[in-house]
């Protein structure tokens, strides 16, 4: 139960500052003003057309398909893989378990596996290319190795030692309930939890912010329709921008 | 003025992205401003001595008045996509050509003072102390950065290295460390009206002699109206169009299209420039102070329209901010674009029928057609996006028979810089300038090659300027880069009864 209690206050600090931190970074971004149109063209006009370029841009990586096929394929088998695989966790925090969670029970371990195969990749690349090994800092390849040891660890209670999921899903329903129930103590599964509280506390205070930051890149959430909308930022009209015209001169 | 020694890079069949070279362009640094170019633009004239807190006060404020710095500095995650697409890595190797990497130089000083991680951990994420050393590199390699935004094309959160760029100029600029290019002659445009320091008899003096050469020319009296109260169009072009080579060859081409076109037109003496290098050093207020001549001219001469001839930046600053900087325009026409493009304004006398072209006029040509970055990639022509790809390409199909594309992935929005943007057409940068071309010069080589490409057309002042420099250097003629008016204008056909 010591174990129990102890993932438990973890995970509620885990939330608290993964939940705070994104809070407040969303903030910063939303009310820092873009003073000029600067969408990288072209760009669509409307609006559903900025939402259509979000959209391949989140879903496709639009952009990095045409930056770089390798990063592409890989960065894109990480990331479905990894929301195929989260998805799969839903049957922890649901109970009965949503049908078409259960559906994508088979799915999840492939998609697993992908994630593995997508950060491997990832990491082969920032250690074998020269470009890119000249632009990591320790905490770009500490980034890729505690999602990898996430994804093995998972992958690891699949298929080398299973853990007692029906004490899992007791415990994670626990956390919801606020009725905090035992964890099992097995390796994996210790490993595989701490590294997860690990990676929620330091989401809001590392690269992992291009997940919010995205959204509010104005080459890419920008309409190019600045002819025929006048765009002024707040701190911008404070100069004053068209100040009293001069009277007229020959 | 010391030559500095180099090797211009050989064109290969394909551009590679070259092995990392460490340091290979650190030497490079153009001339830091006077103190005399500095004043002005309302920066220190030196160093001041509390360099380390007005830097750092000043990136603080730049965080919080540009989304784009701040996003861009949290959202990158070194995932390298960008790694080999700047002109100016694949011509020198510098690393610190990389986008990515110029980014980091004040990513690495963000992460140290405005971050928790590089606070308690500056080791684990690569931040450092802001120190004399960081600011050397600032000052050589945000002087490697053309502003071209290639980078953010192929970014997937669309990380645009000209935003940072254009802050760590201004952090610059705002200790004392301005560059000299760029600041004198933001400092002539405020007193004088143009890049050039070219006062009103001179420039009076120049229009009448193109008056009578281009009558001697074709027996046409086209005339280049300046100042002229009551003008249905104000023209406000670069600079360099009034003189320079190839550039002045655009300005008749323009000068014919109004003629033929029979809609009166003038320049102004007050706002003889429609460059705005405000843009280049990433200052606001000075970008505003440049473009409201522009503004001022157009109410003093009581115009219906502004059209701006050809130049890249000029047009991105044109297109995408005037309206915010000294808008609105509710003095002018509304049935207009405001502002127009010349290209704009020509595709339109041309699809109307209103203009008549012989193609035949050009036939000793075979022509292609360089991008220029910031129309391509900054702004827009017409009225549907891509319209800056087509609209150029339709003049000059208009007017040539012989046209050629380069090769796919160096044209449209993955076009090359010139190597010349962004406030570096200065022979302080000379190496840098040539091995920056590389890229581009590389894409023209092919089609010289392959299809026998006479001349190459542009819409850009600092491309032409840019291109008759270097191209020599990489064994190709330097009058093969052209006006894109220049071919419609010698292509017009003249309506005799006028």
């Not at chain 1, 506390?201 to 890149?217: E, T």
């Not at chain 2, 291109?467 to 017009?492: C, E, N, R, T, W």
Request: aromatic share 10%; hydrophobic share 45%.
């Amino acid at each position: 139960m010591l174990l129990g209690s102890l993932f438990a206050v973890l995970f509620y600090l885990a939330t608290a500052i993964l939940v705070l931190g994104l809070v407040s970074r969303i903030r910063r971004y939303a009310r820092t003003p873009a003073p000029l149109v600067i969408p990288t063209t072209p760009a669509p006009i409307t609006r559903s057309g900025v939402a259509a370029r979000m959209f391949r841009e989140v879903v496709f990586f639009e952009s990095l398909f045409k930056g770089s096929k390798w990063s592409w394929l890989f960065g894109w088998l990480f990331h479905f893989g990894m929301l195929i695989a989260l998805a799969r966790h839903l049957r922890y925090f649901t109970e009965p378990v949503w049908n078409w969670v259960v559906m994508i029970q088979w799915v999840g371990v492939y998609a697993g596996m992908a994630m593995f195969v997508g950060l491997a990749g990832l990491w082969a690349r920032r250690i074998l290319v020269d470009r890119i090994r000249y632009i990591s800092a320790p905490s770009d390849h500490l980034m890729l190795a505690l999602l990898l040891a996430i994804a093995g660890s998972g992958i690891g209670m699949k298929y080398v030692a299973h853990t007692d999921i029906v004490a899992v899903k007791a415990f994670t329903l626990g956390l919801i309930r606020f009725d905090w129930q035992p964890l099992p103590a097995d390796a994996l599964l210790i490993v595989h939890l701490s590294l997860v509280v690990v990676l929620m506390l330091i989401f809001p205070f590392s690269k992992l912010l291009h997940a919010p930051g995205m959204f509010f890149s104005p080459t890419r959430n920008m309409r190019d329709n600045p002819r025929e909308h006048r765009h002024v930022a707040a701190w911008a009209q404070d100069l004053s921008s068209t100040p009293s015209d001069r009277s007229q001169v020959s | 003025m010391a030559k500095v020694e180099f090797e211009t890079p050989e064109l290969k069949p394909w551009v590679d992205a070259p092995k990392v070279a460490p340091g290979a362009m650190a030497h490079s640094k153009p001339f830091v401003a006077k103190p005399e170019h500095q004043q002005p633009l309302g920066f220190p004239g030196e160093l001041v001595e509390n360099w380390k807190d007005v830097a750092l006060e000043k990136m603080g404020d730049l965080l919080g008045r540009y989304r784009s710095l701040q996003v861009f500095m949290d959202a990158c995650v070194k995932c390298g996509a960008c790694t080999d697409k700047c002109h100016y890595y694949l011509g020198t190797g510098d690393p610190k050509n990389m986008p990515v990497a110029r980014q980091d130089l004040m990513r690495k000083i963000y992460r140290r003072y405005f971050t928790p991680a590089g606070k308690w951990f500056p080791k684990l994420v690569g931040a450092v102390d802001l120190t004399e050393e960081v600011i050397n590199d600032w000052y050589s390699y945000y002087h490697q950065c053309s502003e071209c935004r290639r980078c953010s094309v192929y970014c997937p959160y669309g990380i645009d290295t000209a935003e940072i760029t254009m802050a760590g100029r201004e952090i610059l600029a705002s200790i004392g460390v301005g560059q000299k290019y760029s600041n004198e002659i933001i400092g002539k445009v405020h007193t004088i009206g143009n890049n050039l320091g070219l006062p009103e008899p001179a420039l009076a003096d120049t229009l009448e002699g193109l008056e009578e050469e281009v009558e001697e020319d074709i027996g046409v009296s086209v005339k280049f109206p300046l100042d002229q109260q009551g003008a249905d169009v104000l023209l406000v072009t670069p600079s360099a169009d009034f003189f320079a080579e190839p550039h002045v060859d655009g300005l008749i081409g323009y000068a014919k299209v109004f003629h033929q076109a029979g809609i009166s037109w003038t320049l102004s003496s007050y706002a003889s420039e429609a460059a705005n290098f405000g843009i280049f050093i990433g200052n606001y207020e000075n970008m505003q102070k440049v473009a409201q001549r522009i503004r001022q001219a157009a109410l003093d001469l009581g115009v219906k329209r502004i059209i701006v001839g050809e130049c890249g930046h000029a047009w991105r600053v044109a297109y995408s901010f005037w309206n915010t900087l000294i808008g609105p325009f509710d003095f002018l026409d509304p049935s207009y674009p405001v502002p127009q493009h010349i290209c704009e304004f020509t595709h339109d006398l041309l699809q109307r029928g209103a203009l008549k072209l012989d193609p035949e006029a050009n036939d000793d040509k075979v022509v292609t057609f360089h991008d220029s970055c910031n129309v391509s990639r900054g702004s827009r022509l017409g009225s549907a996006p891509g319209g800056q790809f087509t609209i150029p390409r339709d003049l000059i199909q208009a007017a040539c028979r012989h046209f050629v594309d380069m090769a796919p992935d160096t044209i449209h929005e993955h076009t090359f810089c010139c190597g010349g943007g962004g406030g570096l057409l200065t022979d302080d940068l000379l190496e840098l300038r040539v091995k920056g071309a590389m890229p581009r010069a590389q894409a023209l080589q092919q089609v010289i090659e392959s299809h026998g490409v006479t001349h190459m057309a542009a819409i850009c002042a600092i491309c032409k300027s840019q291109f008759s420099k270097v191209l020599p250097q990489y064994g190709m003629g330097m009058d093969m880069i052209i006006s894109v008016h220049q071919l419609v204008g010698d292509a017009l056909i003249f309506d005799t009864e006028q």
